[in-house]
């Protein structure tokens, strides 16, 4: 019974934000109407990957240095 609270406050700071993440992945947004969304799928995914004006090692370069600048700024 002790280890409950435990269980639910992972459910709200970890589990919650995880499956809004997913649900994020698949959806097209509007940045400038965020209540505009719609279903894509795997859209965005093949959008990444197969795209010839997105180069995924581009992406992943990027995401490396968000990373690596968010960490020394911390």
């Known amino acids: ?28 947004y509007n940045m400038f109407n965020l209540s505009d969304t719609s279903f894509n799928g795997l859209g965005n995914f093949i959008a990444v990957i197969l795209d010839p004006n997105v180069s995924f090692l581009g992406v992943l370069l990027n995401t490396f240095i968000w990373v690596a600048a968010s960490l020394l700024l911390q």
């Open 1 to 28: 019974m002790m280890i409950a609270p435990t269980f639910v406050v992972l459910a709200i700071f970890w589990s919650l934000p995880m499956i809004r993440g997913l649900v994020i992945a698949f959806q097209h």
